[in-house]
Each structure stands twice: as C-alpha cells, then as structure tokens.
C-alpha cells in the first residue's frame, strides 16, 4: 500500500534552517508529481511546493519563494524540502503528498502523518 513518512522537524530559531524529508513506497515514485503541504492551529492545510515526477519542474507559494526549495531522489523514492531563512508563521505540520491515478481514471491523494516544525526563540 501507499506509504508517505516524513522527517526531519523539530524546534528552530528564527532564521534557521531545516530539512524535511519525506520517504514513499508502494507505487511508481518516478512517475509522480510530489507535494508539500503545511498546516497551521486553526487554519486550513495549505500547498507550500510542488515537484514533476523528474524534478525538472518545481513551483512555490509566494509566502515561501527564495527560501524554501523543494528536490527529489528518485533513485531513493524520497522528496526533500530545504527550508531556510524560517520565520515564526511557518510554524506548522508539514505533510507530504501524493496524488495518484488509478487505472481507471480515479484520483486519490495520499498524505503522510506529518511532521512538527516549530519556529520560536
């Protein structure tokens, strides 16, 4: 079955740096667009990038262009998201997603369970 598992949160200053990283199995990762989402207490799950199943394309949310950058290893079936220059309102779960056609034309989205990023002095 799909399975997504990220890594890599944790507690971080202001200004820091940090690196999510998010392992699937269960289907063709080299053909599979990949996502990172984040949601924050009391508001709504929001897209944070996007990555083409050969990495060649990759596009951002205003709120994170120039700091975050999103990258595959298609040969580990993991996706990656650097995050620096963190501020306090990117604190949030973090989730990585799949979004999956069966051969019958019908599209699922798969999540992980997400990853704690905290950014606080």
């Known amino acids: 079955q799909v399975q997504l598992v990220e890594s890599g949160g944790g507690l971080v200053q202001p200004g820091g740096s940090l690196r999510l990283s998010c392992a699937a199995s269960?289907?063709?990762?080299?053909?599979?667009?990949m996502k990172w989402y984040r949601q924050a207490p009391g508001k709504e799950r929001e897209l944070v990038a996007a990555?083409?199943?050969?990495?060649?394309?990759?596009n951002y949310a205003n709120f994170v262009k120039g700091r975050f950058t999103i990258s595959r290893v298609n040969a580990k079936n993991t996706v990656h998201l650097q995050m620096n220059s963190l501020k306090p309102e990117d604190t949030a779960v973090y989730y990585c997603?799949?979004?999956?056609?069966?051969?019958?034309?019908?599209?699922?989205?798969?999540w992980g369970q997400g990853t704690q990023v905290t950014v606080s002095s």
């Open positions: 990555i083409t199943s050969s990495g060649r394309t990759t």
């Open positions: 997603n799949a979004r999956l056609t069966s051969p019958g034309g019908i599209s699922n989205d798969y």
């Open positions: 269960g289907f063709t990762f080299s053909s599979s667009g």
